[in-house]
C-alpha cells in the first residue's frame, strides 16, 4: 500500500477514532458512579462525568476501551447508513455537469503518431487506430462539422485531415476547389489515384461504359431494370403494360448490341441512335399503302394504271 492511499484511510478513520476515545471518559463516569439500580446510578454518572473529564487523556481500563469502541462503531454505521440513504445533489450544476474539456481529457484518445490521427482542432485528435491500446478509448470515427457558409469548414478542417494522406478518401466537392487546390498533393505526394466524376461537365469527368460489365442475359436484364428504375421520374407510375413493354425493347436493342455489334460501337451512343430510327410520325405513309388516284372526267394512261397496280 502506497502512502497515498494510507494517508486516505487515515483521514477517513481520524473522527471515529477521536469519538471512541472520547467515549472512553464516558465509560469511565459510567464505572465511576455508585447506585445500586440503574436509576441512582444515572444520577451518580453525572457528578462523575467532571471528574472522568477532567483528565483530558483517554481511559485505557478494559470496560473503557469497549465502551469507546461501542461509540466510534455506532458513529461510522450511522454515518454509512446516512451516506447510503442521502439524496445525491450536484451543487452548483442544477442545469447540467457539461464543461469545457481538457488536453488531458483527449490525450488517451490520441496517437502518438501525428499522422495516425483524425485532426480536430490545434490541439486535439483522434486517433485513426479501430484497436488503440485501451479498448475502453476506441471511438466512432465520424465528424460533425457545423457552420454558416465562409465559416472555414473547408479550409480548416476538411484539408488538413486530407492532407493527412493515411487513408482512402471520397470528397464531395460542389465547388469544385478542392480538387484544384488538393489534388495535385494527393497524386504527387501521396501517390494517390485520383478519380473524377462530374456531373456538370462531362468532358472533365471519368466515364465507364457499362455494356463492357454485360457478359450474359441475366446482365442485360440487370442493366435494363437499373436504366428504367432512375429514369422514370418521381411522377406517379402509369400501365405496368408499357413498363415490361420498354424493358422487352431495351434488352432486345441492347441484347443485338452486344451480340452483333463491334466492340467500339457496344455502348449507349449506339442504343439511343436505334431508339431515334424507330421513331414513327402519324404522317409517314408506309410503302406497302400507297396507291394512285385519278382526277374525274380524265383518261387514265396504261402505264399509270400498271403503275398503280403493281404500288397496290
Known amino acids: 500500500m ?6 486516505k484511510i487515515i483521514i477517513k478513520a481520524l473522527p471515529y477514532v477521536l469519538m471512541g ?3 472512553t471518559n464516558l465509560g469511565e463516569a459510567w464505572r465511576l458512579a455508585e447506585g445500586a439500580d440503574a436509576s441512582k446510578k444515572l ?3 453525572f457528578s462523575t462525568l467532571g471528574v472522568a473529564f477532567g483528565n483530558p487523556l483517554p481511559s485505557f481500563h478494559p470496560a473503557d476501551l469497549l465502551v469507546g469502541a461501542i461509540c466510534g462503531g455506532a458513529l461510522y454505521l450511522a454515518v454509512y447508513i446516512r451516506h447510503k440513504n442521502a439524496k445525491h445533489f450536484k451543487h452548483n450544476q442544477e442545469y447540467g455537469s457539461a464543461r469545457w474539456g481538457t488536453h488531458a481529457d483527449i490525450e488517451p484518445f490520441m496517437d502518438p503518431k501525428f499522422e495516425n ?5 490545434a490541439t486535439e485528435r483522434l486517433t485513426m487506430s479501430n484497436r488503440p491500446k485501451n479498448p475502453a478509448t476506441a471511438r466512432n470515427k465520424n465528424v460533425l462539422i457545423v457552420g454558416g457558409s465562409g465559416s472555414g469548414k473547408t479550409r480548416f478542417w476538411l484539408k488538413p485531415n486530407l492532407l493527412q494522406m493515411h487513408s482512402s478518401y471520397v470528397v464531395t466537392d460542389p465547388k469544385g476547389s478542392i480538387l484544384v487546390e488538393c489534388g495535385y498533393a494527393l497524386q504527387t505526394i501521396g501517390k494517390y489515384e485520383v478519380k473524377v466524376f462530374n456531373t456538370i461537365n462531362f468532358s472533365k469527368s471519368m466515364h465507364y461504359n457499362p455494356f463492357a460489365y454485360i457478359h450474359s442475359e441475366k446482365d442485360i436484364l440487370k442493366l435494363v431494370t437499373t436504366l428504367i428504375a432512375n429514369t422514370k421520374g418521381d411522377g406517379k407510375s402509369g400501365d405496368e403494360f408499357w413498363t415490361k413493354a420498354e424493358t422487352l425493347l431495351y434488352c432486345a436493342l441492347i441484347g443485338y448490341i452486344h451480340y452483333e455489334a463491334p466492340v467500339e460501337e457496344q455502348n449507349f451512343a449506339t442504343l439511343i441512335e436505334f431508339i431515334n430510327a424507330m421513331e414513327v410520325r402519324e404522317d409517314d405513309v408506309p410503302e406497302s399503302r400507297r396507291y394512285h388516284v385519278r382526277e374525274p372526267g380524265k383518261e387514265e394512261p396504261e402505264t399509270l394504271r400498271s403503275q398503280a397496280v403493281q404500288e397496290i
Do not use: C, E, R
Not at 2 to 7: C, E
Open 117 to 121: 490521427n483524425v485532426i480536430l482542432t
Open 2 to 7: 502506497n502512502t497515498k492511499k494510507l494517508k
Open 43 to 45: 444520577l451518580s454518572f
Open 21 to 23: 476515545l472520547v467515549s
